[in-house]
C-alpha cells in the first residue's frame, strides 16, 4: 500500500508545489464572487472569456453555460486533466490548455478573469496593455492592480477595462 501511496503523494506535492514558483496556490472561486465576477464582466453569447490560472474550471463552465467561449490555461496538470474532464459537456466553447500565462500567447478575449496574488497584479497590467488588441476588461477576484483604478468593485472583485469597451 505504502508503495503506491508514495509516488501518487510526491506526484501531487510536485504538481501542486512547482506551481507555487509562478503564482497563487490553487484556491477555489467562491461561487457566490464567480456570480458576481460575471456579472460585472457582462458577458453575451460568442463573446470570449480567458481565464488565466482556471483551477477547477468552475468559471469555464459557468461562462460556458451562458454561450460564452472560454479558454484556460493553468499550470498543474492535475487540475488541467480535472479541468478538461468537468468542460467535457462544453467541449465546443471551452479550451484548457496546460501552460503558463506570462509566456504563452493569449488568444483575442472579450474578458479576463483572474484570482491571482498582489505581488503579479502591476505585472499582468502591464502585460494586457501589450496584449489588447482590441477593448477589454479585467475582473480579478481579491485583488486590485496597484497602478489602475476599477470602474466597479463589488463583494471582493474589482473591474478594470482597457481600450474603450462600449457599453451596451
Known amino acids: 500500500m505504502l508503495s503506491v501511496v508514495g509516488p501518487i503523494l510526491l506526484l501531487f506535492i510536485a504538481c501542486f508545489g512547482f506551481v507555487l514558483a509562478f503564482g497563487p496556490p490553487y484556491l477555489p472561486t467562491l461561487t ?10 457582462d458577458l ?6 480567458l481565464e488565466l490560472g482556471c ?9 460556458a453555460q451562458r454561450g460564452v467561449y ?21 467541449r465546443t466553447l471551452v479550451s484548457v490548455h496546460l501552460a503558463n500565462f506570462w509566456t504563452r500567447p493569449w ?12 505581488r503579479i497584479m502591476n505585472r499582468l497590467d502591464t502585460k494586457i ?6 477593448p477589454v476588461k479585467l475582473v480579478s477576484f481579491a485583488f486590485a492592480v496597484p497602478s489602475k483604478k476599477p470602474v466597479c ?14 457599453k451596451t
Open 32 to 41: 457566490k464572487q464567480m456570480k458576481i465576477a460575471l456579472e460585472l464582466a
Open 129 to 134: 496593455v501589450q496584449y489588447a488588441r482590441k
Open 55 to 63: 483551477g477547477d474550471g468552475k468559471v469555464l463552465v459557468a461562462a
Open 70 to 90: 472560454a479558454v484556460g490555461f493553468e499550470l498543474n496538470p492535475l487540475l488541467v486533466m480535472f479541468c478538461k474532464i468537468r468542460c467535457w459537456r462544453y
Open 107 to 118: 488568444p483575442t478575449a472579450d474578458v479576463i478573469f483572474i484570482f491571482g496574488l498582489p
Open 153 to 166: 468593485t463589488k463583494g471582493g472583485v474589482f473591474m478594470y477595462e482597457y481600450g474603450r469597451v462600449n
Open 44 to 49: 453575451h453569447p460568442g463573446q470570449t472569456l
